[in-house]
């Protein structure tokens, strides 16, 4: 089994920051892409960042200069700096993989349990 774990949320003050960390485990496995999603309570789960094995990212409009997201694929980890925190930016943040569990296997999308993040003074 294939298992994603988010670690890094915590509370922080506006104009704060925070790195989030996602950790893929599992027996063996390929990543082709990964992302950062974000959901408050009564909202739409939705895209934060995204980041493909070529290295390509993408932002929300929202979040567009103040995070940055990265892989190491050697660590099988995925990493999102949040810079600039807005009260906007409170919400649970979930790890997404789209991967395969074995060589020539379909590709699916996994998720991680979620970590919250609270931008407040």
């Known amino acids: 089994q294939v298992q994603l774990v988010e670690s890094g949320g915590g509370l922080v003050q506006p104009g704060g920051s925070l790195r989030l960390s996602c950790a893929a485990s599992g027996s063996s496995f390929r990543i082709a892409g990964m992302g950062w999603y974000r959901q408050a309570p009564g909202k739409q789960r939705d895209l934060v960042a995204s980041?493909?094995?070529?290295?390509?990212?993408n932002y929300a409009s929202s979040v567009k200069g103040r995070f940055t997201i990265s892989r190491d694929d050697a660590k099988n980890t995925m990493s999102l700096q949040m810079n600039s925190l807005k009260p906007e930016d409170t919400a649970g943040y979930y790890c997404n993989a789209y991967l395969a569990t074995e060589y020539g296997s379909p590709y699916s999308d996994y998720w991680g349990q979620g970590t919250q993040v609270t931008v407040s003074s």
């Open positions: 980041i493909i094995s070529g290295g390509s990212t």
